[in-house]
């Protein structure tokens, strides 16, 4: 069992069979990563949306592939993430006709952010927990060979997973021989549903340990060591529901009500309030069995607010 140091250099921007592994290590090996934010170099601190360069080709800064000895399809890939530790600051931005609701925030947006002092000071006496995780890990899919680093796929990829925090277990299908692991979109606190677009990017140093187990998963698994909602557990919080005949249009219901409801009893402006659903309010589905019509909610933690 050894332990590898991740090369910085050998970053890449798609998911592309034919690339060759920039490392190679056996089944409980651990691997030391130092990974950039997503659009390095393309987002500066203290940038305003017209400072900033996006470049969608090379936004996404992955490190892999990593070839595991003895990987076959069929097999998984067991990923415990040991460590992770977030960069000195990162950045969440609001694009133009992406989001869930770009009809109704069609200018862009982008706030920048210390992270070297605890919690996150999103203003207006709202402090996030940093809660680091990567938004990409993944094996490649097999096919296509060579592909965009979004959306996610059947090997994991970009999957927004904030539940794969520090003590987490991934599991990971292998579709080819080698496996050919990747992980970068490293992000310093989400909510579930990533609602805006983007969680707040940053760079990341990161432990992994990478375990073969000969026997297969359908799809990827993981496992969390901590309460499933422990950011809300110390003060409760509160909800908007989506009633709707389509999923989509109940999250944008219950993301909207949200909104209104952080102008109204915390003074946000509309961009503002619509970034903190991304990166602290939950989106879940309360119910979906009943016959056409399914209620969905977006959750917010009230100890983010200081009374």
Not at 131 to 140: A, C, D, V
Not at 268 to 277: G, H, K, V
């Amino acid at each position: 069992m050894a332990t590898h140091t991740w090369d910085l250099g050998r970053i890449h921007h798609e998911w592309d069979l034919d690339l060759e592994p920039a490392l190679t290590i056996e089944s409980g090996d651990t691997v030391l990563f130092d990974i950039p934010m997503a659009g390095e170099r393309q987002v500066t601190f203290g940038a305003s949306i017209a400072d900033c360069s996006f470049d969608f080709d090379t936004i996404y800064n992955l490190a892999g592939p990593i070839e595991v000895r003895g990987a076959e399809p069929g097999d998984t890939l067991r990923v415990d993430i040991l460590s992770l530790e977030t960069g000195a600051w990162g950045w969440c931005v609001i694009l133009p006709g992406v989001g869930l609701l770009p009809d109704h925030f069609p200018d862009g947006y982008v706030r920048t952010f210390r992270l070297d002092a605890g919690p996150i000071a999103f203003g207006d006496g709202i402090a996030i927990p940093q809660t680091p995780f990567f938004g990409t890990m993944g094996n490649h899919p097999g096919e296509p060979r060579k592909n965009v680093p979004f959306p996610p796929h059947r090997g994991g990829g970009n999957m927004d997973n904030r539940h794969l925090q520090q003590g987490a277990t991934l599991w990971l299908p292998v579709h080819v021989p080698g496996a050919h692991f990747s992980v970068g979109d490293p992000h310093a606190c989400q909510g579930d549903g990533e609602v805006c677009v983007a969680a707040l990017e940053c760079a990341m140093r990161a432990t992994l340990k990478f375990t073969l187990e000969k026997r297969t998963v359908s799809c990827p698994q993981w496992r969390s060591p901590g309460a499933l909602t422990s950011r809300t557990d110390s003060a409760g919080y509160h909800g908007t529901m989506g009633i709707a005949d389509d999923l989509m249009e109940g999250a944008r219901i219950a993301v909207r009500s949200m909104i209104g409801w952080l102008g109204d009893e915390h003074g946000l402006a509309p961009q503002d309030a619509y970034m903190l659903c991304s990166l602290a309010g939950d989106l879940k589905i309360i119910e979906i069995v009943d016959s056409g019509v399914w209620n969905v909610g977006m959750t917010m933690p009230l100890a983010l607010f200081n009374r």
